[in-house]
């Protein structure tokens, strides 16, 4: 069983490729295997052989992704905890605390019991595509992922500073009160929250080996990245 620890910050490179595992290696901490942008996701865990443990995503176009069915891709997460190599699970807050549909809250409740049952963490996660909500949202927002999932994950677009201000000082405020989160602002204005949130508690960065094959608007290219967290940590 691979083993991962979100008690300090895990620097995931984000792709729907194992096979860019050996180019990742040097950089990441882990894979972000996104099972939704993937051909055939299972066949590729089958033959995996690298070192970096998986976090596995199946994002549903409901929150940004492409997987179109929930049954399918729920079985495929089930599956995908089974491999030895996969770690982490993400699930979206919005199927955990059932605001979505009940069908989609069942699926996520007890794939949540099968992958703690197999010490596999999960990663509650909720995406704002279009806005940076008001901080106390964030907060709440925050406290309700990292109480469903194991580390809470938000993801907000940031349109100007003030956004990423109040994301980072919501990241802040929350790993003060002893809660595991991670966050991150999309697109543009919020690209330096990914390079700065670590500093303020954030436990996972998402980045592509390759800056074409982002899964995110703003994202860092890995090495960039890496570069900068372990600049910014080292002198912090
Ligand atoms: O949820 C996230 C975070 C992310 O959207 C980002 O903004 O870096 C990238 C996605 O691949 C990942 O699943």
Redesign the pocket.
Known sequence: MAELSFESFVL?A?TADLSEEPAARSDADAI?F?LDLADDPLAALDVYDGSLPILV?N?PTWE??DATSEADRFDELASAIDYDSVAAV?IELGALTGTVDAAAHDRAVSLREAARNQDVTVVA?V?DFETTPPIAQLNELLEVAATEGDVG?L?TVAHDRSDALALLTATHTATQNGLTVAT???GEPGRHT?AVAPLYGSR????PVDPEN??????YDLRTLREIVTELTRTA
């Open positions: 995931t984000s972000e996104r995503t994002r940004g992704g993400d996660s995406h994950k993801a991150m602002g999309m990914r996972i960065g998402y980045a982002a899964t995110a608007p703003g994202q």
